[in-house]
């Protein structure tokens, strides 16, 4: 925004009035700063105004307060959608590694030891997304600071932490032999359960929200994303040359998870059938384009990759399209998502079509959530 | 504990002066949210925000558009000369059920002794989960910052025994604090007092968990003198925790799905590998 002088006799103001001020317009010297919102950094004194723009067009706005949001619209950045997606394909490759080492026997040893790898890599760089989207990424930390069970950030938070080390140890030890190596492969076992709760609960985290699409799909997005991350992990597996039995295996985990994904993106189009505002989000605009490329892409994975005798020319580009629908789907669910929180309507004609609380069979207990479990400082 | 504090906000005695909000901004040396024509009658502070705790609605219609779409209730709601003039100061309301609380992965998100909800500035990490979490879209994160805030409801006055700032300046009583026991008994009189005088469009907003049990009932609630969109609030906000158990059902149906899947496949291949 601006930064020109507010004052516009500048003759008669002292220099230091000509600045645009962060408004507290408290002389450190006279008075302290030790009210509740003191701490408040500014950087940007004159923000932009992006509470004043509405979102509705002139024609609907008189069902609304001026066409304002009513609710905050997500503050999170492209790590995000990229972390589900990542997070999603390290959790399926750690469910499968872990079950090619529990039932495969030695002829999966190869793909266990790529999944090991890939689950790793994934913990690691989901970790750096997650970091990367905080406000405050120095106190990520914090985040290990309480069990929360009502919060999907917090028990995803446990979830990515445990992963990460049980996979840690999967990889650094499991090949090894003695106690060394049972621990290892325990890891390795135990990162593949983390791993198949690390895909399914990003779609929880979206869902236990206040934004009207996520709500509603509530149902859907979890197997979405635990469909979209096997069909990912398959895909990144694919795109090594690989032979005989671990090819059928990865291709057969792959089709489930892209049909699974396929399902639960149809089903969440007609997730909000009382109130088309809510998914209207997927139909149209940049978000309704992106939301169709997905499922187009995904679909062209699924036809690509095929059944019967495959080129390795062909399985490459079945798993190219199968990512690239992986992550536009992820995209397209994290700017739907948002859409739908700018827009008032969704939120009211949602509520008012009975999709608020009157849905529950049984409203919330109306008493405070008590967290008994200590706090660890 | 103390017995619970809280707002009763009767709007129909708004008279949209904004002491609120300059006393919130003043009593909690908050940052100003910049100079900005909204040309939405006199409101250009939009809604609440990070460094915006308390927001003055003003509703200027005239009264055929209002009549287009949503209907003015009854008589004396604000309404004369063709015209009708709501305002009403908005507010975290301070949820028994707290979206923001129950998704706070830090902790940061506490509920004091008062029975308010207060973010912990110096816990908070800015994962702004407790952003979309508020049915109310009460809590922001400042970017420049990189935390998440909102109204404390003056823990620091209410600690000394102080009325919260905005409540205090209030010059015709609009905002009224105190136990919120006590201001529902005042609401409801409050309430059959306007009714008798023919203001039908008058209820009250989220007094208890009987009249808004999404969030087991708001300890800042509302008088208002339409339908709560009219106030940009909505109609029937819910924590969405509430509905988290459903959706954690389909995650753990899909992950075991997930793994399923893999150890069948596993099992198939090593079966063919052995033949």
């Not at chain 1, 009035?17 to 004159?46: H, I, K, Y």
């Not at chain 1, 030695?106 to 970790?127: I, V």
């Not at chain 1, 008032?344 to 049984?362: K, V, Y």
Request: net charge positive.
């Amino acid at each position: 925004m601006t930064t020109a002088p507010l004052n516009p006799v500048p003759f008669l103001a002292p220099p230091e009035l000509e600045r645009p001020t962060d408004g507290r317009e408290v002389d450190p010297s006279l008075g302290l700063l030790q009210g509740e919102g003191a701490a408040q950094r500014v950087r940007t004194p004159e923000p932009h105004p992006g509470r004043l723009v509405p979102h509705v067009e002139a024609d609907a706005r008189a069902l609304t307060y001026y066409g304002l949001p009513v609710l905050q619209q997500p503050v999170w950045i492209w790590t995000i959608p990229t972390y589900l997606f990542v997070g999603g394909m390290a959790g399926a490759a750690s469910a499968l590694g872990a079950a090619s080492l529990v039932a495969g026997g030695p002829t999966l040893e190869r793909l266990e030891n790529r999944c090991r790898a890939l689950g790793l890599a994934g913990d690691l760089a989901g970790s750096v997304l997650l970091i990367a989207d905080l406000g405050r990424p120095e106190r990520f930390l914090n985040m290990l600071r309480v069990f929360r069970p009502t919060s999907p950030m917090s028990m995803g938070s446990w979830i990515l932490a445990l992963s990460g080390a049980a996979n840690t140890a999967g990889f650094l030890l499991g090949s090894r032999s003695g106690p060394l190596g049972a621990v290892g492969r325990m890891g390795i076992a135990a990162g593949g359960g983390l791993g198949a709760l690390l895909a399914g609960y990003t779609g929880v985290l979206l869902a236990n929200t206040a934004v009207p699409l996520w709500q509603a799909a509530r149902r859907e997005l979890p197997v979405l994303f635990v469909g979209s991350g096997m069909a990912s992990a398959g895909a990144v597996l694919e795109l090594f040359s690989d032979s005989g039995a671990s090819r059928k295996l990865t291709h057969w985990y792959g089709s489930a998870g892209k049909a699974v994904a396929l399902g639960a993106m149809l089903a969440m189009q007609r997730s909000a059938p009382g109130a088309p505002r809510i998914t209207e989000p997927l139909r149209t605009g940049a978000t309704g384009l992106l939301w169709r490329a997905g499922l187009v892409l995904t679909a062209a994975g699924l036809v690509a990759s095929g059944l019967g005798n495959r080129s390795r020319a062909r399985e490459r580009l079945a798993a190219g399209l199968t990512l690239a629908g992986a992550l536009a789907t992820r995209f397209a669910v994290f700017h739907a998502g948002k859409r739908s929180a700018r827009d008032p309507r969704a939120t009211f004609e949602g509520q008012r079509a009975g999709m608020g609380a009157a849905e529950l069979s049984r409203p919330p207990d109306p008493k405070p959530a008590v967290f008994k479990l200590p706090v660890m400082r | 504990m103390a017995a619970a504090k809280g707002f009763f906000t009767d709007t129909s005695l708004c008279i949209g002066c904004k002491a609120c909000e300059v006393a919130c901004k003043q009593w909690n040396q908050l940052p100003a949210d910049g100079l900005h024509f909204s040309g939405n009658s006199y409101d250009n502070t939009g809604h609440l925000g990070a460094s915006t705790w308390r927001h003055v609605a003003f509703v200027e219609q005239t009264l055929p558009e209002a009549l287009g779409t949503v209907e003015p209730q009854g008589a004396g709601n604000g309404s004369s000369f063709g015209m009708r003039w709501l305002m009403e100061s908005d507010v975290c309301k301070h949820c028994q059920r707290a979206g923001c609380l129950e998704a706070c992965p830090t902790g940061a998100i506490v509920r004091t002794e008062f029975d308010s909800v207060y973010v912990q500035p110096d816990v908070c990490n800015g994962c702004g989960y407790c952003v979309v979490a508020c049915p109310f879209g009460v809590i922001d994160r400042r970017d420049d910052d990189g935390r998440a805030w909102k109204c404390t409801l003056c823990y620091d006055r209410l600690a000394d025994g102080l009325t919260p700032a905005c409540a205090k300046h209030c010059p015709t009583e609009s905002i009224q604090f105190g136990d919120v026991e006590e201001l529902r008994i005042r609401a409801e009189r409050r309430l059959d007092q306007l009714q008798a005088r023919g203001v039908e469009g008058a209820r009250l907003y989220g007094q208890d968990a009987r009249n808004q049990p999404g969030t087991g009932g708001l300890n800042a609630f509302f008088l208002l003198l339409d339908r709560p969109e009219v106030y940009n609030l909505p109609p029937d906000p819910v924590v969405p925790t509430a509905k988290g158990r459903e959706s954690w059902t389909f995650a753990g149906i899909a992950a075991a799905g997930m793994f399923l899947t893999a150890m069948a496949g596993a099992l198939l291949a090593r079966g063919r590998s052995l033949r």
